[in-house]
Nanobody
Framework: QVQLVESGGGLVQAGGALRLSCAAS??????MGWFRQAPGKEREFVVG????????KYVESVKGRFTSSTNSAKNTVWLYMGSLKPEDTAVYYC??????????????????WGQGTQVTVSS
């Protein structure tokens, strides 16, 4: 019902920047965001956007460094990653949901996933 296609990612030195993009197609979604998973670690919620009012929530570790935005059609989301650190190295996944509850800003309700893209930050 919802398809998500990611682009971007790559290798960057510490202190650099990258931008990820995600295009959604199919049925309308109500929330979009990004998760990441580093080797040997659990999946981590990075940022989510509640699309009816564009309320945006970031995990504490990326506040002030990462910025996420969407277009007026609410079918594309970007993740701008600045001041990158080696600990940001992970596979990044675009995610979306058609319904959400009170914990959408904690990573719940995201039922559709992109294919993932590798981000590697070197020292």
């Amino acid at each position: 019902q919802v398809q998500l296609v990611e682009s971007g990612g790559g290798l960057v030195q510490a202190g650099g920047a990258l931008r990820l993009s995600c295009a959604a197609s199919g049925r309308t979604v109500s929330i979009m965001g990004w998760f990441r998973q580093a080797p040997g670690k659990e999946r981590e919620f990075v940022v989510g956007i509640r699309l009816h009012d564009f309320s945006t929530k970031y995990v504490e570790s990326v506040k002030g460094r990462f910025t996420s935005s969407t277009n007026s059609a609410k079918n594309t989301v970007w993740l701008y990653m600045g001041s990158l650190k080696p600990e940001d190295t992970a596979v990044y996944y675009c995610a979306a949901g058609r319904a959400y509850g009170s914990k959408w800003d904690e990573g719940q309700g995201y039922d559709y996933w992109g294919q993932g893209t590798q981000v590697t930050v070197s020292s």
